[in-house]
């Protein structure tokens, strides 16, 4: 038998049911407590690098105005029909910018490797960019030039008054038909009471906030025509027709979104 110095059996006290209980109580709290902390720090360096990609689209697009006679890059992958997938800034870009930014890190869309369904006996479309051009720079699909005409096209840095206003580049929707899209119709936005939801059908407008949230409070990350970046609110973005930050002969919203 063991015995202590002072010559009493020595005891070997072990962690009782309660106090291991109690332990994995406060580990358990802890982890409640530290988890958050790690995904909000986790979502901040994805909307980090996601900006940067947006900033390295945008410094792209600006090289390829300076040798196209200052003229912007157009969109040509469709969400329906017939597209021109040559004339998208998807692969116009690509010698100034590679494919590797084209999927940004906060985007989880299914459609990169399965694709979308397509017609009967062809095979799925696949996502080819996270991103996409706001339609009204675009001289094929902006609505003024459907109603006057190509002249009409906003589609270079003299036709913008606020190119640091103006949103170029967004997150396309992650799933439904313009997810393998390269541009959203920004005019059907204004066919409803509720805009966002509206919008969301076709862009992201929670990619900020690595999960859905459709309001006029959800946050993305956008370019802007003069290269620069920065998350908004929907309701900094978009209010109707008459104030947004895409049609840049609009007001600008009431609230700026930050």
Known sequence: MCHTSKG?????????????????????VLF????PAIRSVRLAGLNAEDRSQLRQLGLGHIAYQQVNSDLF??????????????????EVLEPYIGNEIMRSPLDTSPFWEGGMDAAEGSDPVLRRTSYGMNNHLSRNYSPMVAIDGPGAAADRMAKVVHPD???????????GAYAVSDHPHVENWSFGPEPWRLANEQISIWAAEGSPSVSDLSESNYGFVDGSTGSRRFEGVYENAQRNRFDPHASFPLSDGS
């Open 8 to 28: 009493r059996p020595a005891t070997h006290k072990g962690m009782t049911v309660i106090e291991l209980a109690v332990v994995i109580g406060i580990v358990g």
């Open 165 to 175: 206003q103006v949103v170029c580049f967004l997150h396309m929707a992650p799933t």
């Open 32 to 35: 409640a407590m530290t988890f």
């Open 73 to 90: 890059v157009d969109v040509g992958l469709p969400h329906g029909g017939y597209g021109d997938d040559a004339r998208s800034f998807v």
